[in-house]
Each structure stands twice: as structure tokens, then as C-alpha cells.
């Protein structure tokens, strides 16, 4: 890193390229190794490179991203968004992930709860007949 280019924590790079909402949250994210720098676990206080790979897990998916520009205040979306590049790989590893996961929502009936005023007057129904 040349002295020219500033400093820049990864906790900061990762809040101000809106990763996480909070600096908080980005360090919690290292700190339980969701957060990989080139291939292996950063610290917090880490200087981030431009050219540096980083893999970020949040909730169900994973990205790969590229660290293209160097920034420690956070901006609106569209500018966060030229500080990286996500690559190809991973673009499609979550879209297929994404597929999957819709898949499985399908096949599973979802839980209705409690019974309603018209499935308690059929379960009395039932047991009055029944002889219960």
C-alpha cells in the first residue's frame, strides 16, 4: 500500500460499502469469521488493499467480492456500490442457492396455527358423534 492511498479499517470498508447497517455489526461479523480476507480470517483493525478478495457470509448466502476502491464514510447505495466487485462464481452460486431454497418452500405445507372458531365447532362436531 502505497502512503498516498489512506488507511482503512475493514470493520470501516465493510460498513461504509454497506455490508452491515451498523460498525458494530461488521465487527461482530469478523470477529465470528464470517468474514474472510484473501482466503483466510482478518481481525478487525485489518488494512484493507485495493485488489484484496473477501468472502462475506450473511444469513443464507455468500459473496465474493473484490475490493475495488478504498472508502471510510459511508454513502448512498449506488456510490457503496462502486467500492467492490462481486464475481461471476459467486453471483450464480447464490442465485442457485436462492433457487433451491425457494424450491424447498414449495414442498413444505405451511403451519396454520391455531385452530379457527369454525375448526373447534367441526372437532366437537366430530367428538359428539363419535362418542367422545
Do not use: C
Not at 476502491?69 to 459467486?90: F, W
Not at 447464490?94 to 424450491?103: G, I, S
Amino acid at each position: 500500500m502505497t502512503d498516498t492511498q489512506p488507511k482503512v479499517r475493514l470493520d470501516k470498508w465493510l460498513w461504509a460499502a454497506r455490508f452491515f447497517k451498523t460498525r458494530a455489526l461488521a465487527k461482530q461479523a469478523i470477529e465470528g469469521g464470517k468474514v474472510h480476507y484473501n482466503g483466510t480470517r482478518a481481525k478487525v483493525s485489518k488494512a484493507v488493499e485495493i485488489g484484496a478478495m473477501l468472502q462475506i457470509r450473511q444469513g443464507f448466502d455468500e459473496k465474493t467480492v473484490e475490493v475495488l476502491k478504498l472508502s471510510d464514510q459511508r454513502r448512498g447505495a449506488p456510490e457503496a456500490a462502486l467500492l467492490y466487485h462481486e464475481t461471476e462464481q459467486s453471483l450464480a452460486q447464490r442465485e442457485l442457492a436462492a433457487e433451491q431454497r425457494k424450491a424447498q418452500r414449495a414442498t413444505v405445507a405451511p403451519e396454520r396455527g391455531r385452530p379457527t372458531k369454525k375448526d373447534r365447532r367441526r372437532i366437537r362436531d366430530f367428538k359428539d358423534a363419535h362418542g367422545n
